[in-house]
């Protein structure tokens, strides 16, 4: 018989904990809830008595948040889906890593998606994400985002990419060093990992990084010259957010 494998919920809310604990008893057979911790000091003792392959993590707790409870830990052996209540920061953080989460309250169809992804997948491929999540919560001016490609994942530096280019449910991310890296995201879902990493969107297909504009000639939407030389219009209808986002450089 195969063994199942071993699960840990931390969070500091009692209800959600059982909640979360009976969904999974219910539908995953091949999941086995061996703790229920309500702080990251319970969690610490529950990680190292049981060995977890998969814990889902509360990010906001009192004393220390997910984030901090992550970092506190020498190594980690473990898949991690973070549960929040919270649509800001954390979720984008989330999204820049390519690490899953799940935005409570959850249906049940994100949390299969969630387990299912887990139960498809290795550890050695979360660990270089989790790393980049702690990295970037820890120095934000260094941050690093998650890009997925076909044989993999690329990281690199949010200040390395001079702008964003899609066409269709594809976007070409132009590197400092004139690579050009094609991933499978709309601009949308570029635009919700970037927007609060100095970068904004100008038109319905091209986001740019801000610090590294060279040039804006003003015009009916005007248009931008980028560091690489590349000339980009703005479009009238995102002409006076790009104006905001210069003045608050």
Same mark, same amino acid.
């Given at each position: 018989?195969?063994?199942?494998v071993e699960?840990?919920?931390?969070?500091d809310e009692?209800?959600?904990?059982?909640?979360?604990?009976?969904?999974? $008893?219910?539908? =995953?057979?091949?999941?086995?809830?061996?703790a229920?911790?309500?702080?990251?000091?319970?969690?610490?003792?529950a990680? &190292?008595?049981?060995?977890?392959?998969?814990?889902?993590?509360d990010v906001?707790?009192?004393?220390?948040?997910?984030f901090e409870?992550?970092? $506190?830990l020498?190594?980690?052996? =473990?898949?991690?889906?973070?549960?929040?209540?919270h &649509?800001?920061?954390?979720t984008? &953080? =989330?999204?820049v &890593?390519?690490?899953? =989460?799940?935005?409570?309250p /959850?249906?049940?169809?994100?949390?299969?998606?969630a387990? +299912?992804r887990f139960?498809?997948k290795?550890?050695?491929?979360?660990?270089p994400?989790?790393d980049?999540?702690?990295?970037n /919560?820890?120095n934000?001016?260094?941050?690093?985002i998650?890009?997925p490609t076909? $044989?993999?994942?690329?990281?690199?530096?949010?200040?390395?990419?001079?702008r964003?280019e899609?066409q269709?449910?594809y976007?070409?991310?132009?590197?400092?060093?004139? +690579?050009?890296?094609?991933?499978?995201?709309?601009?949308?879902e570029?635009?919700e990992?970037?927007?609060?990493?100095?970068?904004?969107?100008?038109h319905?297909?091209?986001?740019?990084n801000?610090?590294?504009?060279?040039?804006f000639?003003?015009g009916e939407?005007?248009?931008?010259e980028?560091e690489d030389?590349?000339?980009i219009?703005?479009?009238?209808?995102?002409?006076e957010?790009?104006?905001?986002?210069?003045?608050?450089?």
């Open positions: 018989m195969e063994a199942k699960v840990i919920i931390v969070d009692v209800a959600q904990r059982e909640q979360l604990s009976s969904r999974l $008893s219910s539908h =995953f057979p091949q999941l086995k809830v061996v229920l911790c309500a702080s990251a000091d319970e969690a610490t003792i990680v &190292a008595r049981h060995s977890p392959q998969l814990v889902f993590l906001e707790m009192p004393g220390m948040n997910g409870f992550l970092d $506190s020498k190594s980690i052996q =473990f898949d991690v889906v973070f549960t929040t209540s &649509a800001g920061y954390a984008r &953080a =989330f999204r &890593a390519a690490i899953d =989460f799940l935005l409570k /959850y249906p049940e169809s994100d949390l299969s998606e387990v +299912n139960l498809q290795q550890l050695s491929e979360q660990q994400r989790l980049i999540l702690l990295a /919560y820890k934000r001016g260094d941050a690093k998650a890009l076909s $044989s993999g994942y690329l990281f690199v530096r949010f200040q390395d990419v001079i964003l899609s269709n449910t976007t070409t991310f132009f590197m400092k060093d004139k +690579n050009q890296i094609v991933v499978s995201r709309t601009m949308k570029c635009e990992m970037l927007t609060d990493s100095g970068f904004v969107r100008i319905q297909s091209h986001m740019i801000l610090s590294l504009v060279k040039k000639t003003r939407g005007g248009t931008v980028m030389a590349s000339h219009e703005v479009s009238r209808r995102k002409k957010e790009f104006l905001d986002a210069l003045k608050r450089l």
